[in-house]
């Protein structure tokens, strides 16, 4: 996710729902966090050919025994982008939290519809968002993120993912997982490796739906945060509205230093907006075997289809070596169900 909290058109949505080309389309009734990684098939969304091969030999060889190319268990991290990467960024879930936490805020304070940033939220006032930029969005995320307990907080992020919809759909948003990935994430801890979630989305946010959706305890989420402050006569956290650590670009590896402390062995981003690139540079200077993967949204059938101008994550990813993953040629299907 490349400064997908702030910069990602959230006046977009403001104005009715999503894209009709983002299609979610369901099919065997499986549980998408139960595939079993150690059957003869660990990745069965995943088409035959040379990627599915590339991963299935990759962690094959890191994880047998007395080879030079073995990887010791307590080395074997995974990291991984979490919007476009392991669920649909289309559309953010995030902007989808920031405006039904403007409605409960509204709600119980009338008062704050005449105010900005929660006054151009009611009235789906684009243009506020245009001419106000990054600053009128961090506003936006600041206002509703932050001012209130932890507890508080992630009780509003399981109140609303329980609820919530795809705009324009009756799908719900747990729906917009990659089936595939949720495989991948099972076949690699099945074998071993502890699985990051890597986010330029908020932590607090993921870290709420994390080990329901992906299998992933809230420890292992690391993203962009706001600075902290205890309050000793509640003894509680509080979070502020000024950012701690905006977690994209050449922001990840420093997260990643920080929070896990070691280079990632195999790291996962997508083709978008150029943030992952510098995760997917610091896990290829691993001292042991790495692999480096990038989606790529090239479905406009089953997904959406968007690219980056520059192209840059593509042409990186043929000059470093990194494996691409087509979302049209790889997956035989795309969301959970």
Excluded at 50 to 56: P, S
Excluded at 290 to 305: A, G, K, P, T
Excluded at 327 to 337: E, I, P
């Amino acid at each position: 996710m490349s400064k997908k909290i702030v910069i990602l058109p959230l006046f977009l949505l403001l104005l009715v729902s999503c894209k009709k080309t983002d299609t979610i389309t369901t099919a065997n009734p499986e549980d998408s966090t139960a595939v079993v990684a150690t059957n003869s098939d660990p990745l069965p969304n995943w088409n035959a050919g040379v990627l599915k091969t590339d991963i299935i030999a990759y962690v094959e060889k890191v994880t047998k025994e007395g080879t030079p190319d073995f990887i010791p268990v307590e080395s074997r991290i995974a990291t991984f982008d979490n919007d476009g990467t392991l669920w649909s960024e289309k559309p953010l879930p995030q902007e989808l939290f920031a405006f039904y936490q403007v409605e409960k805020m509204v709600k119980a304070n009338p008062e704050l519809a005449k105010k900005q940033p929660y006054k151009a939220v009611v009235e789906k006032d684009k243009a506020y968002f245009e001419k106000g930029g990054m600053k009128a969005i961090l506003d936006l995320v600041g206002a509703t993120h932050t001012g209130m307990t932890e507890d508080e907080f992630e009780a509003s992020i399981k109140a609303f993912f329980a609820e919530a919809k795809v705009p324009g759909k009756n799908v719900p948003l747990k729906q917009i997982r990659y089936q595939p990935q949720l495989e991948l994430l099972n076949y690699l801890r099945a074998n071993g490796f502890k699985t990051f979630i890597v986010s330029g989305g908020t932590v607090e946010v993921i870290r709420g739906i994390s080990a329901d959706f992906y299998g992933i305890p809230k420890e292992q989420v690391v993203g962009t945060s706001f600075k902290y402050k205890y309050d000793p006569k509640k003894n509680m956290i509080i979070r502020e509205s000024d950012l701690s650590h905006f977690d994209d670009k050449e922001g990840k590896p420093v997260a990643i230093q920080l929070h896990i402390g070691q280079r990632p062995v195999f790291a996962c981003g997508n083709e978008g907006a150029e943030g992952d690139l510098a995760m997917l540079k610091f896990s290829q200077g691993n001292k042991y075997p790495s692999f480096q993967l990038i989606v790529n949204h090239n479905d406009s059938i089953r997904e959406s289809y968007y690219q980056e101008k520059s192209n840059l994550s593509l042409s990186t990813a043929a000059q470093n070596k990194y494996h691409v993953m087509s979302m049209k040629d790889d997956w035989k299907k795309v969301f959970a169900d």
